[in-house]
């Protein structure tokens, strides 16, 4: 059982930068794969960006390729996502999830693939 806790979102103005924090308990984050999703008003959950758990495989949507990084500290049990040159479409709750990934699985994105999900956090872009 793993469970998320998401924190650092809020109100930025456009081309600010935000970095998203999420929280993990369990002792065992690096079997997990974790995912960073978005969802905005009357639109469907989007990836944004997904890591495994040693932190060796990076995906990142091309929507935020160059503006968004994922990271993530084991040691702290925690995953990051920098988010940089904020627009406005932006503009959603963020949430971190994770699943327990086989070491020969691919990287999943699909958010039916993760079991794991925060509370999520607010991001809010003003132009």
């Known amino acids: 059982q793993v469970q998320l806790v998401e924190s650092g979102g809020g109100l930025v103005q456009a081309g600010g930068s935000l970095r998203l924090s999420c929280a993990a308990s369990g002792r065992t984050f690096t079997m997990y794969a974790m995912g960073w999703f978005r969802q905005a008003p009357g639109k469907e959950r989007e990836v944004v960006a997904a890591i495994s758990g040693s932190g060796r495989s990076t995906y990142s949507a091309d929507s935020v390729k160059g503006r968004f990084t994922i990271s993530r500290d084991n040691a702290k049990n925690a995953a990051y996502l920098q988010i940089n040159k904020l627009k406005p479409e932006d503009t959603a709750v963020y949430y971190c999830?994770?699943?327990?990934?086989?070491?020969?699985?691919?990287?999943?994105?699909?958010?039916?693939?993760?079991?794991?999900w925060g509370q999520g956090t607010q991001v809010t872009v003003s132009s």
């Open positions: 999830a994770a699943y327990r990934r086989l070491n020969s699985a691919p990287l999943y994105v699909s958010p039916n693939r993760y079991d794991y």
